[in-house]
Structure formats: structure tokens, C-alpha cells
């Protein structure tokens, strides 16, 4: 809380991220074509410990024009006192 959404708008899709999740839409017809959270986006990736599963908001989205890809990150930790990644 608040939501925290940041997005930006690649070659064929608009991604977005509100605090623990993630969105992507169609740039054609608006349609959202999938959606997850951090922590699956995370864990699909690989990752474990708190980038796995401690993914608690603040996301920031980039599509980079020169490489075609995504950036997109968000802070993780295990608690409320720390330590934080």
C-alpha cells in the first residue's frame, strides 16, 4: 500500500507492475494477455531465498529499444526489519 504501478510500452506489448505483480497487455487491442506475481516471475527464473519468494514491491518496468528486452525489477526481504536485496 499504496500501489506503486510503473510500465512502459515495448515494440508489441504495454508490461506493467503494481507492487507484488506483474501485467502484460496487448499494444494491438489493449487486452490483458497474462498476468503473475513476483515471486512466480522469480521463481520461474530460478531464483530462491528472498528474490524467490520476499518480493514486497516498489517494481520498476524498462523496455530497452536498443537490445529488445525487459527490464523489469522490485525490492525483496525477509522480513520487516531486514535485511534487504
Known amino acids: 500500500m499504496p500501489p506503486d504501478p510503473h510500465g512502459d510500452v515495448g515494440v508489441y506489448h504495454y508490461?506493467?507492475?503494481v507492487n507484488t505483480a506483474i501485467g502484460i497487455f496487448s499494444k494491438a487491442t489493449g487486452a490483458l494477455e497474462t498476468w503473475f506475481s513476483f515471486d512466480?516471475?522469480?521463481q520461474s527464473a530460478g531464483m530462491t531465498g528472498p528474490c524467490g519468494t520476499g518480493n514486497m514491491g516498489d517494481p520498476y518496468v524498462f523496455?530497452?529499444?536498443v537490445s529488445s528486452r525487459w527490464f523489469i525489477t522490485d525490492f525483496a526481504w525477509w522480513s520487516n526489519t531486514g535485511p534487504f536485496y
Open 63 to 65: 523496455y530497452d529499444r
Open 40 to 42: 512466480t516471475f522469480m
Open 15 to 17: 508490461v506493467v507492475a
